[in-house]
């Protein structure tokens, strides 16, 4: 079985301008979470979807959005960039089966240098 | 809001010393996850725990869960150069991570 996959995995970008990350899930998961990795913050999480549906949200600015389209891949977007928003994002997929170890499989993130 | 706090934030031992790294919330977490990352990979799940008290051992790791669910601990015995990494907890319904504890093992 394949696993999470990210696109692009490297992305260098100027402030202001906006970028879109995708991610695309392990076959059958449904949900998808959104982390940004940096040294100084460690893993935080932006957001999770499921079934094309935001389910929860960290504490980010609204530039920061996400959507899930119908076959469970996921986008998120980023915009008027910030120095401050380099970093690792990476995407998490799980299956959410009620009662089930929501185990989440991580891909192996987009690293994002703003300039 | 929730916080997840987890020390030490790193730790150095000679290769087959014993390490522990404790993680602890702030509310009653539901369950908790324990992740490794090495370095310069993704996070890959080791277990979730979600009964209070509750113990479970992967051969030379041992993860534990407080009996109020608000901590828990991982504990590595006789640790070996391929336990290098971080190692994170994260509990709660927007799954906090904690910040982490890096294990650095000197053969």
């Known amino acids: 079985k394949a696993g999470v996959t990210q696109t692009p995995r490297y992305l260098i970008k100027t402030r202001g301008q906006q970028v879109t990350l995708s991610c695309s899930p392990i076959?059958?998961?449904?949900?998808v979470s959104w982390y940004q990795q940096t040294p100084g913050q460690g893993l935080q999480f932006l957001f999770e979807?499921?079934?094309?549906?935001?389910?929860n949200k960290g504490n980010f600015p609204g530039r920061f959005s996400g959507r899930q389209f119908s076959n469970s891949r996921s986008e998120m977007n980023v915009s008027t960039l910030e120095l401050g928003d380099s970093a690792l994002y990476l995407c998490?997929?799980?299956?959410?089966?009620?009662?089930?170890?929501?185990?989440?499989?991580f891909g192996p993130g987009t690293r994002l240098t703003v300039l | 809001g929730q916080q997840v706090m987890q020390i030490p934030q790193y730790q150095h031992v000679q290769e087959g010393e014993d390490f522990t790294t404790y993680c602890n919330s702030s509310?009653?977490?539901?369950?908790i996850q324990w992740y490794k990352q090495r370095p310069g990979g993704h996070p890959v799940f080791l277990i979730q725990?979600?009964?209070?008290?509750e113990v479970k051992k992967q051969k030379r790791l041992t993860f534990q869960f407080g009996e109020a669910k608000k901590n828990s601990s991982l504990h590595i015995t006789a640790t070996q150069t391929t336990d290098v990494g971080t190692y994170f907890c994260?509990?709660?319904?927007?799954?906090?991570f904690g910040a982490g504890t890096r294990l650095f093992v000197k053969a």
């Open positions: 998490a997929s799980s299956l959410v089966r009620q009662g089930d170890i929501n185990e989440q499989f």
């Open positions: 076959s059958g998961h449904r949900s």
């Open positions: 979807y499921f079934s094309e549906t935001q389910r």
């Open positions: 509310t009653t977490l539901s369950n």
């Open positions: 725990l979600v009964k209070s008290g």
């Open positions: 994260a509990g709660g319904f927007k799954t906090i």
